[in-house]
């Protein structure tokens, strides 16, 4: 104990104020930033979760056009019940792709359910690899959540970033195809 009296006794009383007040400043600022950082996270997240309903909603009226003999409603808050397509056209060529991607300003995807295997396969997309070439026939996870709420038959969003978010629509036995668009 006497070690530490000979170390602070040593110390000006305007040392130790001058010190105990910039720790406290400093303190202070470091909370406040934190606050302030996790304040605007929030709002980041939650206005990204909002884009990304909007643009599914466009997404799925894009495709409700698109689609002869497809059904879009939607819920009391605006946003899509559910959207059913008895049958599924092959997509030959991007536009339909293309105008979802024009419109939403994101990367999207078709995912066709390959029955026999129970995978979501992408048919088309607006993802580019290096080559340039579009990416297709790429599996979407069977552990991920989208693969997840998909098979269920219900709407995903997120907030990660490069995590697709997905419209499905069901068939006369189950989902067959589902839309995705990639922040």
Known sequence: MSRYTKIFG?????TAILSLVMIAIIGS????????????HDQALAASKE???TNLGTAATILERRLSGSLLSWTEEATIGSFQSWSIPPFYETKTIDSVTRVTKQDASIYVLDATTKN???????IAGDDG????????????????????RSTIASTSARKPRSISASGSNGPVFSIQTHA
């Open 10 to 14: 040593d110390i000006k009383m305007t």
């Open 29 to 40: 600022i470091t909370a406040v930033s934190g606050v302030i950082y996790l304040n605007l």
């Open 51 to 53: 884009q990304q309903i």
């Open 120 to 126: 979501f396969v992408s048919k088309r997309t607006s």
């Open 133 to 152: 070439v579009r990416i297709t026939d790429n599996l979407l996870d069977a552990n991920s959540a989208a693969y997840a709420a998909l098979a269920a």
